[in-house]
């Protein structure tokens, strides 16, 4: 991987850590710098342990730059970090979020990171836009937690993006960022499913006997 590409995660990291205390005020917010933890650990294993084939694809899918709609779901992702830190560090709209329910959505943000990892270590075609990898050969991946689930990606983003608020202590944040980002979450699954279906070689063989896209037994 390129030295950039380093660096651009690593400043990601920093423009997150930027984002909470700033709007804080202050760094004394304990439950941040576990969030933050968290968060640089994933950044640190993804650059370990994943295909840097499959890094440059997430970074820029098919050679080309994030469309306008990732740069938009990063860009609610700031916004939720400042509320958060807005909320816990000055004006306590709604930073009563128990200290027992903070620490269980920590440990859900960590769980669904470390699905996606383990869901992007066994699919190299594990891209951040949808599109089918003619270019890289792409074929139907039904190991790992693809033997449990069609798309496990969208099932950590739906966990991850579900205790985010929560997990920094802020009920606002929360609200933020689940009404802007779950609907286009569950757009992009149904989307990448029925494009799978009807594009890839295999998927609806795959998708008879796998039958659930984001959650067994449910759906």
């Known amino acids: 991987m390129p030295v950039s590409a380093y660096f651009k995660a690593g400043l990601f990291v920093v423009a997150a850590a930027a984002a909470l205390f700033a709007a804080a005020g202050t760094i004394a917010v304990p439950g941040f710098w576990a969030y933050l933890a968290i968060f640089a650990i994933v950044m640190i294993v993804s650059f370990a342990a994943l295909d840097p084939e499959l890094l ?29 830190g807005l ?30 990892l383990w869901a992007m270590r066994v699919n190299r075609f594990f891209s951040s836009v949808i599109r089918i990898q003619t270019d ?17 990606g969208y099932t950590a983003g739906f966990l991850i993006i579900g205790a985010s608020g929560p997990a920094l202590g802020s ?49």
Not at 102 to 109: E, K, N, P, R, S
Request: glycine fraction near 8%; charged fraction near 20%; charge should be positive.
């Open 56 to 84: 440059r694809e997430r970074m820029r899918p098919g050679g080309k730059k994030p469309p306008l709609s990732l740069r938009v779901f990063s860009l609610v992702l700031f916004m939720h970090w400042i509320v958060a």
């Open 87 to 116: 909320d816990r560090g000055r004006f306590h709209w709604s930073d009563n979020v128990p200290d027992w329910l903070q620490g269980v959505c920590l440990f859900t943000v960590a769980a669904g990171y470390a699905l996606a």
């Open 136 to 152: 890289r050969g792409q074929h139907v991946v039904s190991t790992g937690p693809y033997a449990f689930v069609r798309h496990p």
């Open 171 to 219: 009920w606002l944040a929360a609200a933020l960022v689940v009404l802007f980002s779950l609907p286009f979450l569950l757009y992009r699954t149904i989307t990448e499913d029925r494009i799978l279906r009807a594009e890839l070689a295999g998927y609806s063989d795959y998708a008879a006997r796998v039958r659930w896209r984001l959650l067994p037994g449910i759906w």
